[in-house]
Nanobody, 129 residues
Framework: QVQLAESGGGSVQVGGSLRLACTTSGDTASEGCTAWFRQAPGKEREGVASIYMGSGTPFYPDSVKGRFTISRDRAKKTVYLEMNSLKPEDTAMYYC??????????????????????WGQGTQVTVAS
């Protein structure tokens, strides 16, 4: 079982940046797939980035492509989400999720939430206009 802990959330002005961190412990997902999801009040949870932990290949939906960057530091057992040019619609609770397995589904986190067996508690991101 992988334990996940998010950090780095906070309040930022429109156009600002934040970097979230997801630190893993336990049976660490050195391979597999890790993703960042977000959920705003009254909205469905959305996958905003995912990464093959082995190769480091990232994937993004169009809503954040070019603004968000996911990366991993295997030595630190940490996955990061760098968020730039933030918009009010980016306001949400952000969650890190991981699977010790991987496959093509890793490219589409919103459609394969059930594949992620470990979830963090979330960190709030608020973008003020």
């Amino acid at each position: 079982q992988v334990q996940l802990a998010e950090s780095g959330g906070g309040s930022v002005q429109v156009g600002g940046s934040l970097r979230l961190a997801c630190t893993t412990s336990g049976d660490t997902a050195s391979e597999g797939c890790t993703a960042w999801f977000r959920q705003a009040p009254g909205k469905e949870r959305e996958g905003v980035a995912s990464i093959y932990m082995g190769s480091g290949t990232p994937f993004y939906p169009d809503s954040v492509k070019g603004r968000f960057t996911i990366s991993r530091d295997r030595a630190k057992k940490t996955v990061y989400l760098e968020m730039n040019s933030l918009k009010p619609e980016d306001t949400a609770m952000y969650y890190c999720a991981a699977s010790t397995y991987t496959g093509a589904w890793c490219q589409y986190p919103s459609h394969y939430e059930y594949e992620y067996t470990s979830w963090g508690q979330g960190t709030q991101v608020t973008v003020a206009s």
